[in-house]
């Protein structure tokens, strides 16, 4: 099954940086939203950045500034930068694939990665 691979998560202290990439196949990457999503203990996951196939990016207001989504075409491959990180940002980081179109015969609507753990902390 197509599965997102990810990694970069870590320990960081406040105002460090860090990036996380995500790697799928090529059939999910050139036809899906793919986007982050945080989850803190106890709280809601939360979207932190999409970019869509068009080239669109959307952040939550939290991180304008900080973080930046990008695509790698060639290499399948979603990254978040994440700069200036604050011990609020703390939290498991999810990567996701969605397609736009919603429920497609044989494809999936909604691909999550396993989580990485980042923690910002002195």
């Known amino acids: 099954q197509v599965q997102l691979v990810e990694s970069g998560g870590g320990l960081v202290q406040p105002g460090g940086s860090l990036r996380l990439s995500c790697r799928t196949s090529?059939?999910?990457?050139?036809?899906?939203?793919m986007g982050w999503y945080r989850q803190a203990p106890g709280q809601q996951r939360e979207v932190i950045a999409t970019?869509?196939?068009?080239?669109?990016?959307i952040y939550r207001d939290s991180v304008k500034g900080r973080f930046t989504i990008s695509r790698d075409n060639a290499a399948n491959t979603v990254y978040l930068q994440m700069h200036s990180l604050k011990p609020e940002d703390t939290a498991v980081y999810y990567c996701?694939?969605?397609?736009?179109?919603?429920?497609?015969?044989?494809?999936?609507?909604?691909?999550w990665g396993q989580g990485t753990q980042v923690t910002v902390s002195s």
């Open positions: 996701n694939a969605r397609n736009p179109l919603g429920t497609v015969p044989g494809r999936p609507v909604n691909i």
């Open positions: 090529g059939t999910i990457f050139s036809d899906y939203t």
């Open positions: 970019f869509t196939v068009a080239g669109t990016t």
